[in-house]
């Protein structure tokens, strides 16, 4: 694909197809190229999707960075990586950009099996000043001093366990290392918690504002003091303690030389100021302020969560394109924020809590509706478990809602602080199974293992909107411990789902459909799969059997007892690992009641998915409709080939 009249890219644009390229243009040309790329992003992205607000925000910062840094010899680090798209567009990927999460596409994230430009792959927040870290620690113990490690961490980011950890150790590495702190006020939804106010306390000090200028004026004089480079950085630092906010600076406190905060979107002043930086030795943060959305008005002016991946959209008048006007049935998502609002009605002990995932969750409008017992915790997995037990000591009910694949940054708090003690904590797990074009990284595949195997906990998924209701009334109920309910990104199969809700006995399946030759168990959303794949089952003259177990832990053994007493032939499906998941529960349980039958197990199998649409991606897994017509097919011709054999 080359520069074609659909996506056009502008004359200097154009040119570049590597950093070297871009370091071939004189800094006044840096403006001209900052909108050009800006503008290629508008255009596909607009008609393409993927994630918008966030990578427009650091145009000029990405353009500075290659600029300045021997890219990829020196090592960049994105954190989080949907802000990089303009750093694939600039190390070789400009023309294969349209393809941009799409299936056997470009990944929406840095990728390092994509290019040598992507030193780390980042999908998940706040892993970046580790892992720059880490490479800064092993190039010096290789001899490799003059090897530059940056990392670009969002504000949001920021506020994750990891990234304290990691300033901590760095501040006692005597590497180098040099931390971009992308301050957007934002990660999806707006950024929550202290830091942030300490950081909009810094970007507004008049204190700092009167010194502003004494402080730039003498980092633009360092590159010419050569060899004394040194000496006048501890006069910069002597400016700062001295001048901002007092004496008191957090990232000075961590050993850190902080500089800012500057401009971000002027692409000029920060080639000259990364000139500078890289002749400080040692831990370094730049505080950069930034706009998500920057240069295209509607984002700028507009809703910043929705502008973070908003979809196809009109990018000259912003509208967002929706297709025609339908009844359809709603997202899980939204059953969830709805359903959750309706239950703490009536339970005042009920609490929503989630880590940055407020609209994400639909857990805006339990916000707007009952601040005071909503909890958005910024992005901070573990803390959102362990508040939540903490609540639940004290006979409070959470809810924390938590995308399936964030739950593994949590896990030991699951263990420890919560099924330990038996504590009755809801964790309500979005986003479980494929999640289509945020690919390998946001996949809920491992959710259904991860917690079958922990002690006291209850393991539970709907297979539609009523099953979800019918959970959550089920979950909030007294002395039910820990409890899990999975459901998929994405809409559900009930129109009119505002049931009356109903006491779920745990642990118990219900029968869909009955059969005679072959039974189909399934657990959670797949189930309505088995529910198309019966109309060519139907066609077939084929009589299948079809059971939605709801509970992969426990299990309803009764129900288990009168299948196996009666089928011979049996496949299990699920939106998850088949390694250690609702099939392997299934097979444990033949095994341990010394049951002979033929399982064919229908779910993940044991490899990374990439990114592509679910269905796409529930084809290649071989769990879709097509694929559970074709398993029945094939065990019912190899059981008649062995008869007439």
Same mark, same amino acid.
């Given at each position: 694909m080359r520069n074609t009249p659909e996506y056009p890219q502008g004359p200097l644009l154009s040119k570049i197809n590597n950093p070297d390229d871009l370091r071939k243009l004189n800094k006044n040309q840096l403006e001209q190229i900052s909108s050009e790329l800006r503008q290629y992003i508008i255009d596909i992205v607009s008609e393409k999707g993927g994630h918008f607000g966030a990578s427009l925000g650091v145009v000029e910062l990405t353009i500075a960075l290659h600029y300045v840094f021997n890219t990829p010899v020196d090592q960049l680090v994105w954190d989080v990586g949907h802000q990089a798209y303009g750093h694939k567009i600039l190390t070789g990927r400009k023309e294969k950009f349209p393809t941009n999460r799409i299936y056997k596409g470009l990944s929406g994230f840095p990728?390092?099996?994509?290019?040598?430009?992507?030193?780390?792959? &980042?999908?998940?927040?706040?892993?970046?000043?580790?892992?720059?870290?880490?490479? %800064? +620690?092993a190039s010096k113990g290789n001899g490799e001093d003059k090897k530059q490690h940056i990392a670009v961490i969002g504000d949001g980011s920021m506020t994750a366990g990891i990234a304290f950890e990691a300033l901590n150790h760095a501040g006692v590495e005597n590497s180098n290392l040099l931390i971009i702190l992308n301050d957007n006020c934002m990660s999806i939804d707006s950024a929550v918690g202290a830091l942030k106010e300490y950081l909009t306390d810094i970007s507004t000090s008049k204190t700092y504002n009167k010194a502003k200028n004494k402080l730039w004026k003498i980092l633009g004089k360092i590159s010419k003091f050569g060899p004394n480079a040194q000496a006048v950085a501890k006069k910069v630092e002597g400016v700062i303690k001295s001048t901002l906010l007092g004496e008191s600076n957090y990232f000075e406190s961590l050993n850190f030389r902080y500089f800012g905060p500057i401009d971000g979107h002027d692409a000029k002043h920060l080639v000259n100021v990364l000139n500078d930086l890289k002749d400080i030795p040692g831990p370094k943060i730049l505080h950069c302020l930034t706009v998500k959305g920057k240069g295209y008005s509607p984002a700028e002016q507009g809703d910043s969560t929705k502008w973070h991946a908003p979809g196809l959209f009109n990018k000259n008048t912003g509208d967002?394109?929706?297709?025609?006007?339908?009844?359809?049935?709603?997202?899980? $998502?939204? +059953?969830?924020?709805?359903?959750?609002?309706? #239950?703490?009605?009536?339970?005042? $002990?009920? +609490?929503?809590?989630?880590?940055?995932?407020?609209?994400?969750?639909?857990?805006?409008?339990?916000?707007?509706?009952?601040?005071?017992?909503?909890?958005?915790?910024?992005?901070?997995?573990?803390?959102? &478990?362990?508040?939540?037990?903490?609540? %639940?000591?004290?006979?409070?009910?959470?809810?924390?809602?938590?995308?399936?694949?964030?739950? $593994?940054?949590?896990?030991?708090?699951?263990?420890?602080? &919560?099924?330990? $003690?038996?504590? =009755?904590?809801?964790?309500?797990?979005?986003?479980?199974?494929?999640?289509?074009?945020?690919?390998?990284?946001?996949?809920? %595949?491992?959710?259904?293992?991860?917690?079958?195997?922990?002690? *006291?906990?209850?393991?539970?998924?709907?297979? =539609?909107?009523?099953?979800?209701? *019918?959970?959550?009334?089920? %979950?909030?109920?007294? =002395?039910?411990?820990?409890?899990?309910?999975?459901?998929?990104?994405? *809409?559900? +199969?009930? #129109?009119?789902?505002?049931?009356?809700?109903?006491?779920?006995?745990?642990?118990?399946?219900?029968?869909?459909?009955?059969?005679?030759?072959i039974a189909i168990l399934s657990f959670g959303h797949p189930g309505n799969f088995v529910v198309t794949a019966q109309e060519q089952f139907n066609k077939d003259g084929l009589n299948i059997a079809h059971y939605d177990l709801r509970f992969a832990k426990p299990l309803d053994e009764k129900l288990l007892h009168s299948i196996f007493q009666k089928f011979t032939k049996i496949i299990t499906i699920e939106d998850g690992c088949l390694q250690g998941g609702f099939g392997s529960s299934i097979l444990e349980f033949m095994a341990n009641n010394n049951y002979q039958a033929q399982v064919k197990m229908l779910g993940i199998p044991d490899t990374f998915i990439h990114h592509g649409t679910q269905n796409e991606l529930y084809n290649d897994c071989q769990f879709d409709v097509k694929a559970i017509v074709n398993s029945v097919h094939n065990i019912l011709e190899k059981s008649l080939i062995s008869q007439v054999g």
């Amino acid at each position: 694909m080359r520069n074609t009249p659909e996506y056009p890219q502008g004359p200097l644009l154009s040119k570049i197809n590597n950093p070297d390229d871009l370091r071939k243009l004189n800094k006044n040309q840096l403006e001209q190229i900052s909108s050009e790329l800006r503008q290629y992003i508008i255009d596909i992205v607009s008609e393409k999707g993927g994630h918008f607000g966030a990578s427009l925000g650091v145009v000029e910062l990405t353009i500075a960075l290659h600029y300045v840094f021997n890219t990829p010899v020196d090592q960049l680090v994105w954190d989080v990586g949907h802000q990089a798209y303009g750093h694939k567009i600039l190390t070789g990927r400009k023309e294969k950009f349209p393809t941009n999460r799409i299936y056997k596409g470009l990944s929406g994230f840095p990728k390092r099996s994509e290019s040598v430009y992507d030193t780390f792959g &980042v999908g998940h927040s706040s892993t970046s000043i580790s892992a720059a870290l880490g490479m %800064a +620690v092993a190039s010096k113990g290789n001899g490799e001093d003059k090897k530059q490690h940056i990392a670009v961490i969002g504000d949001g980011s920021m506020t994750a366990g990891i990234a304290f950890e990691a300033l901590n150790h760095a501040g006692v590495e005597n590497s180098n290392l040099l931390i971009i702190l992308n301050d957007n006020c934002m990660s999806i939804d707006s950024a929550v918690g202290a830091l942030k106010e300490y950081l909009t306390d810094i970007s507004t000090s008049k204190t700092y504002n009167k010194a502003k200028n004494k402080l730039w004026k003498i980092l633009g004089k360092i590159s010419k003091f050569g060899p004394n480079a040194q000496a006048v950085a501890k006069k910069v630092e002597g400016v700062i303690k001295s001048t901002l906010l007092g004496e008191s600076n957090y990232f000075e406190s961590l050993n850190f030389r902080y500089f800012g905060p500057i401009d971000g979107h002027d692409a000029k002043h920060l080639v000259n100021v990364l000139n500078d930086l890289k002749d400080i030795p040692g831990p370094k943060i730049l505080h950069c302020l930034t706009v998500k959305g920057k240069g295209y008005s509607p984002a700028e002016q507009g809703d910043s969560t929705k502008w973070h991946a908003p979809g196809l959209f009109n990018k000259n008048t912003g509208d967002f394109i929706v297709g025609k006007k339908k009844k359809i049935p709603p997202k899980y $998502q939204d +059953v969830f924020g709805e359903t959750i609002i309706e #239950l703490a009605k009536k339970n005042e $002990q009920i +609490v929503g809590v989630t880590p940055a995932m407020l609209s994400g969750s639909s857990l805006t409008k339990m916000m707007e509706e009952m601040p005071e017992r909503t909890f958005d915790v910024g992005i901070a997995e573990q803390h959102a &478990v362990t508040f939540s037990a903490g609540m %639940a000591t004290q006979g409070k009910i959470p809810f924390c809602n938590i995308y399936s694949s964030f739950m $593994q940054r949590a896990y030991d708090q699951v263990i420890h602080d &919560v099924a330990l $003690q038996n504590l =009755n904590v809801i964790f309500c797990l979005d986003r479980g199974g494929l999640v289509g074009a945020d690919g390998a990284t946001h996949h809920g %595949a491992y959710d259904i293992a991860f917690f079958r195997c922990i002690p *006291n906990m209850i393991v539970s998924a709907p297979m =539609n909107e009523e099953g979800l209701r *019918n959970l959550m009334y089920t %979950a909030q109920l007294p =002395n039910q411990g820990p409890f899990s309910i999975r459901y998929p990104r994405g *809409n559900g +199969v009930m #129109l009119d789902w505002k049931t009356p809700f109903k006491k779920i006995e745990i642990g118990t399946g219900e029968m869909i459909k009955e059969g005679e030759e072959i039974a189909i168990l399934s657990f959670g959303h797949p189930g309505n799969f088995v529910v198309t794949a019966q109309e060519q089952f139907n066609k077939d003259g084929l009589n299948i059997a079809h059971y939605d177990l709801r509970f992969a832990k426990p299990l309803d053994e009764k129900l288990l007892h009168s299948i196996f007493q009666k089928f011979t032939k049996i496949i299990t499906i699920e939106d998850g690992c088949l390694q250690g998941g609702f099939g392997s529960s299934i097979l444990e349980f033949m095994a341990n009641n010394n049951y002979q039958a033929q399982v064919k197990m229908l779910g993940i199998p044991d490899t990374f998915i990439h990114h592509g649409t679910q269905n796409e991606l529930y084809n290649d897994c071989q769990f879709d409709v097509k694929a559970i017509v074709n398993s029945v097919h094939n065990i019912l011709e190899k059981s008649l080939i062995s008869q007439v054999g």
